[in-house]
């Protein structure tokens, strides 16, 4: 069984930094390619991050290019983004997601597991 868990959410002030963790379990971590994904109130879930199974390729959305980093540690199960300079438009539900692939993929319908999320608030 697929478990994907989220940590490290919470609320802070603008310009702060976060870092989020993802704990995988249940499959073979290093032969999925994992994302990170967001969803406000009221809008659509878009995606933020992306990282290949072996960390080597990664790819951003525009909106927190420069300011948010993915990385991922095979030998823990876990991959992560770090965020800084966060702005009150960051607020959001954060999943992370895995899909059993080599490569980066930006689609949603793509990933096969998904956790439950975990709340980052930005307040300005």
């Known amino acids: 069984q697929v478990q994907l868990v989220e940590s490290g959410g919470g609320l802070v002030q603008a310009g702060a930094s976060l870092r989020l963790s993802c704990a995988a379990s249940?499959?073979?971590?290093?032969?999925?390619?994992m994302g990170w994904f967001r969803q406000a109130p009221g809008k659509e879930r878009e995606f933020v991050a992306a990282?290949?199974?072996?960390?080597?390729?990664?790819h951003y959305a525009d909106s927190v290019k420069g300011r948010f980093t993915i990385s991922r540690d095979n030998a823990k199960n876990t991959v992560y983004l770090q965020m800084n300079s966060l702005k009150p438009e960051d607020t959001a539900f954060y999943y992370c997601?895995?899909?059993?692939?080599?490569?980066?993929?930006?689609?949603?319908?793509?990933?096969?597991?998904w956790g439950q999320g975990t709340q980052v608030t930005v307040s300005s």
């Open positions: 997601a895995s899909v059993r692939r080599m490569l980066i993929t930006t689609k949603r319908d793509d990933y096969d597991y």
């Open positions: 990282i290949s199974r072996s960390g080597t390729f990664t």
């Open positions: 249940g499959h073979t971590f290093s032969m999925h390619a």
